[in-house]
């Protein structure tokens, strides 16, 4: 299986990310970026797999 690559727009879009601010922070927290020259890419593996690893439930509270 060939590993697919994304720029980091269609990574932001894949993620429905708005803000490069949040992709910088998910690539400041490991997420790993590929520099192929002057152009920089992220495997989507990756980004499946760093989303896996970061992945938190929601802690819902009730009242009764």
């Given at each position: 299986m060939a590993i697919e690559y994304l720029t980091f727009k269609e990574a932001m879009?894949?993620?429905?990310?708005k803000s490069p601010i949040t992709l910088r922070s998910y690539i400041d927290a490991g997420l790993p970026v590929i520099e192929v020259g002057?152009?920089?890419?992220?495997?989507?593996s990756d980004i499946d797999e760093f989303m896996s690893?970061?992945?938190?439930?929601?802690q819902h509270e009730t009242t009764v």
């Open positions: 879009k894949y993620l429905g990310m002057k152009s920089k890419k992220i495997s989507k690893k970061h992945k938190r439930t929601a």
